[in-house]
T-cell receptor
Framework: KNQVEQSPQSLIILEGKNCTLQ??????????LRWYKQDTGRGPVSLTI?????NTKSNGRYTATLDADTKQSSLHITASQLSDSASYIC????????????FGAGTTVTVRA | EPEVTQTPSHQVTQMGQEVILRCVPI?????FYWYRQILGQKVEFLVS????????KSEIFDDQFSVERPDGSNFTLKIRSTKLEDSAMYFC?????????????FGPGTRLTVT
């Protein structure tokens, strides 16, 4: 069964600090991996999409990495801001025809002043 | 910027009643999706829809569920006889294409509460 596991479950960081979130997956075959940001009570918003041939992608202060050999990805948040407080979800697709996404449980990030 | 919209934002219904959740996808998008998220749990895929038919559905999407694109702009999810365990946030999403190049854009969700 396709699995997407994220760690930590939650973390608290001070404004201005950096943090790194982890994602391990067993989805096969692998097509692409996405990181989404989900504010409380809202729909997920895409941060990055990486295919198996990409090993890093940035979107502003967010940088995602992918190791398709070890089936691991990370999301690094640089110089965190209060607005970064949200759930960050790792999502993996097994198909080139992207009908179905497998979601991780998310990491809840709380940024404190 | 175009966005996916959903109505209502919150729906309360009694067990056994039918509910219809509505979504207006981004206008030039061709692929449509429904997901659900039970409180405190991960987002789960329900169904994808293209060219007026279901492309793929999960094991959650049983005979109690149906989807429809009634008028070329709306995309609806119907639950025929709601159960307590159907209480969840339901997200609609749309994309221009079904391939990885094109992002899925999510709506703000409809919170369904079954009592």
């Amino acid at each position: 069964k396709n699995q997407v596991e994220q760690s930590p479950q939650s973390l608290i960081i001070l404004e201005g600090k950096n943090c790194t979130l982890q994602c391990n997956y067993t989805v096969s075959p692998f097509s692409n991996l996405r990181w989404y940001k989900q504010d409380t009570g809202r729909g997920p918003v895409s941060l990055t999409i990486m295919t198996f041939s990409e090993n890093t992608k940035s979107n502003g202060r967010y940088t995602a990495t992918l190791d398709a050999d070890t089936k691991q990805s990370s999301l690094h948040i640089t110089a965190s801001q209060l607005s970064d407080s949200a759930s960050y979800i790792c999502v993996v697709s097994a198909s080139l025809i992207d009908y179905k996404l497998s979601f991780g449980a998310g990491t809840t990030v709380t940024v404190r002043a | 910027e175009p966005e996916v919209t959903q109505t209502p934002s919150h729906q309360v219904t009694q067990m056994g009643q039918e509910v219809i959740l509505r979504c207006v996808p981004i206008s030039n998008h061709l692929y449509f999706y429904w997901y659900r998220q039970i409180l405190g749990q991960k987002v789960e895929f329900l169904v994808s829809f293209y060219n007026n038919e279901i492309s793929e559905k999960s094991e959650i999407f049983d005979d109690q569920f149906s989807v429809e694109r009634p008028d070329g702009s709306n995309f609806t999810l119907k639950i025929r006889s709601t159960k307590l365990e159907d209480s969840a946030m339901y997200f609609c999403a749309s994309s221009y294409s079904g391939t990885v190049t094109y992002e899925q854009y999510f709506g703000p969700g409809t919170r369904l509460t079954v009592t």
